[in-house]
């Protein structure tokens, strides 16, 4: 008589459900909670002030239903600047910001300039200012700091309310005071030789907005 074989045997697709939930199991232990989180604590700039202060970028985080969050990925998210000078140019305006709290603002403004009637006029201007916390934090924003978040955004005041910087404003801090008819100012982005782009520390065309941050 043939002995019957009791050994379990285990099926190809249920070797294969096992083999699954072993790896998950390990990507479990692997990958801790909120480690996407722990990379803002990455610095992504750091500078001083025109006053001296120590001014800390950091990568920061941002959440796209909410807009909210804090470094330099709210900054890109909802504020559409790409350029780290873009940040640093207000912070080094020399009246050294105002304090308003435990935070400190500071502006600057981005300007577009044409050619009329044979002469360089400011066509179009934006205020930017950048907002930095000086409090240390131990948690903000779910990301783990024990410091100061240091730069919380950087936004334009845009007439229109909206949350995105003109496309130009990031040339225009790249930039600076440079004159808006040297090579220099012109956009890469405009074919016109009749268009510059500049930034400075005083309003020329705009009414100054209040010293009320509408941003945090």
């Given at each position: 008589m043939t002995q019957m074989d009791t050994t379990t045997r285990v099926r190809?697709?249920?070797?294969?459900?096992?083999?699954?939930?072993?790896?998950?199991?390990?990507?479990?232990?692997?990958?801790?909670?909120?480690?996407?989180?722990?990379?803002?604590?990455?610095?992504?700039?750091?500078?001083k002030d025109s006053k001296g202060r120590n001014v800390v970028?950091?990568?920061?985080?941002?959440?796209?239903?909410?807009?909210?969050?804090?470094?330099?990925?709210?900054?890109?998210?909802?504020?559409?600047?790409?350029k780290y000078n873009t940040v640093k140019?207000?912070?080094l305006n020399p009246d050294g910001g105002t304090a308003q709290g435990?935070?400190?603002?500071?502006?600057?403004w981005a300007q577009k300039w044409q050619v009329i009637n044979g002469r360089w006029t400011i066509t179009a201007e934006v205020e930017v200012r950048t907002v930095v916390e000086t409090a240390t934090k131990s948690l903000y924003y779910n990301v783990r700091l024990n410091a100061s978040p240091g730069v919380l955004t950087t936004y334009c005041v845009n007439a229109n309310k909206a949350d995105a910087c003109p496309w130009w404003v990031d040339t225009a801090?790249?930039?600076?005071?440079?004159?808006?008819?040297?090579?220099?100012?012109?956009?890469?982005?405009?074919?016109?030789?009749?268009?510059?782009?500049?930034?400075?520390?005083?309003s020329t065309i705009t009414q100054p907005a209040s010293d009320m941050i509408i941003d945090e």
């Amino acid at each position: 008589m043939t002995q019957m074989d009791t050994t379990t045997r285990v099926r190809p697709f249920a070797r294969k459900s096992l083999l699954t939930m072993m790896l998950a199991t390990l990507l479990v232990v692997l990958i801790p909670a909120g480690a996407a989180v722990a990379a803002g604590n990455t610095v992504a700039s750091a500078w001083k002030d025109s006053k001296g202060r120590n001014v800390v970028l950091y990568q920061g985080t941002y959440n796209t239903s909410t807009k909210a969050g804090f470094g330099w990925a709210k900054i890109k998210g909802k504020h559409a600047i790409t350029k780290y000078n873009t940040v640093k140019f207000p912070t080094l305006n020399p009246d050294g910001g105002t304090a308003q709290g435990t935070q400190r603002l500071y502006k600057a403004w981005a300007q577009k300039w044409q050619v009329i009637n044979g002469r360089w006029t400011i066509t179009a201007e934006v205020e930017v200012r950048t907002v930095v916390e000086t409090a240390t934090k131990s948690l903000y924003y779910n990301v783990r700091l024990n410091a100061s978040p240091g730069v919380l955004t950087t936004y334009c005041v845009n007439a229109n309310k909206a949350d995105a910087c003109p496309w130009w404003v990031d040339t225009a801090f790249a930039n600076g005071n440079r004159p808006p008819g040297s090579a220099a100012a012109r956009s890469s982005q405009s074919t016109a030789t009749s268009t510059g782009y500049t930034a400075g520390y005083g309003s020329t065309i705009t009414q100054p907005a209040s010293d009320m941050i509408i941003d945090e």
